[in-house]
């Protein structure tokens, strides 16, 4: 081992004007983080003593061959598992802290690394920067940066720009990245192996692209910061595809429920991620996927879907053709408006029951439906209407509804004991249904079942030959 000083020429012609001494802390650990990734050993420590910031790592030691690469191949060949690829950072990171006059030293079992300017050799009128590189002077593990100059404060914003010193929840890993959560009041950003390399404040998540491709890898220029995002938008397309957590799912469907008012993130954009987000919710939770344009235009059959327990999701029309047919991640149909639309009809099953069967108080009730038919007609001559011992086999609770097929009012036999004034509620709200159902204003059905059940109430049995409501006969809804 010698035991001279030596200088080593940085020979450096170009100068990142942009950095300040955060950006030179920044290659500074990472080239410590990528050390302990390539040894397996323990993770770098970063502390200030007598106000200088140390940054140590524990693995093989720092050469004065790392001076000479222009890119490392053993980074190179790793790519996925460390941050730089290069031993220019390093160079970069020892001009930018002398020209911002922080003083930097590194010690490592091989050798102790000092700055200076000295005289170009063959050219002694110019000076340039040069390493001093002396024998050991710490019996030490790994190489130890000290800066001497630089402040808290851009320690602190170096560091930010690793995953692992942010406050950024991890919510799912994938085979190509992670998702994070971003902290509240700050913007997302997108990490390559752990390094921010773009901020993305308009993306509900922050990304780590841990399965990098050579599209990224080109695009980690000298800077290492501001990629663009066509760089690296396909990679996080495909770690939100491979999501599976309903973590996630549902955070991305509750964004694209914003659609409507054009509030969304950017990541709902992608039609990939809209669908593959309808998919998780459908197989995590129990949900009925529809346009905004179904729920307006059946907002009773989504009435029913929210009494059985489901959350309605709104998704764009764009997407509806992609998830009709279509299977979950767990391979079960995906429940759209038609399909709860069926759900709903073979939830019903009828055993009528003759009016000779119908006690006496069922059916002195059951007598007045004359007078609501003679206040609110049928929809047409063709249409009836019958009792039932049982209606909807999964709600006791309901107590009638209509089959336009069949051009029946249906009526559940207990309603028949129930206070006159709730018979004969229910039966003019599904009279009126029954004339075309959702064409109807929901505020014009409730004030037509209120003032006419109130006049029945008041007259029962006197009512005259002219309805109060008449209708026309309109296209029916599907049965609801």
Partial sequence: MS???????????????AWG????????????????????????DIYSDDGMWHIRDYGRGFRYEHLTQAEDEEKLNNPDKVIGKFGVGIKDAIAT????????TIYSPHN??????????????IETLHVEIHPPEKDIKGTEVILDGITDEDIEAAKQNFIDYTDAELLEQTRFGDVYEVPENEGASVF???????????????????????????????????????????????????????????????DLNEFVTGETHDELDWKPVQVHAVKILNAERDVVVATHDEQNRSQN??????????????????????IEDTTDVNGDQI????????????????EFVDEDDLTDEELEMWELRHDVFSWVALPGEGWE????????TTDSSRMVTCEHDDELIIVHRDILTYDTQSFLCSLLDIVAFAHGGELLHREMLADIAGAVSAELIEAAGQADNNPVFPGEQQEPEPDE
């Fill in 192 to 254: 390559v192996s752990g390094l921010r390399v773009a901020s993305e404040p308009n993306f509900l998540f922050s990304y780590d692209i841990t399965n990098t491709t050579k599209k990224i890898n080109d695009a980690l220029n000298r800077e290492r910061s501001n990629v663009g995002r066509t760089a690296y938008s396909t990679r996080v397309k495909k770690i939100l595809q491979a999501c599976e957590s309903e973590t996630v799912a549902s955070r991305l469907v509750d």
């Fill in 21 to 44: 001494p955060a950006d030179a802390a920044r290659e500074i650990i990472a080239n410590a983080l990528d050390e302990a990734a390539l040894t397996d050993t323990d993770d770098p």
């Fill in 301 to 322: 059959l989504f009435d029913n879907a929210r009494s059985d327990g489901y959350e309605i999701v709104t998704i764009p029309d764009r997407i509806k053709p992609d």
């Fill in 3 to 17: 035991t001279s000083t030596r200088e080593f020429d940085l020979n450096m012609e170009e100068v990142l004007e």
């Fill in 112 to 125: 102790t690394f000092t700055v200076k300017e000295a005289p170009k050799h063959g050219f002694e009128e």
């Fill in 335 to 350: 429940r759209g408006t038609e399909e709860y639309r069926e759900e709903f009809r073979e939830s019903f099953s009828y």
């Fill in 385 to 392: 209407a019958k009792v039932s011992e049982s209606l909807r």
């Fill in 97 to 104: 802290c002398h020209r911002h006059g922080i003083d930097i």
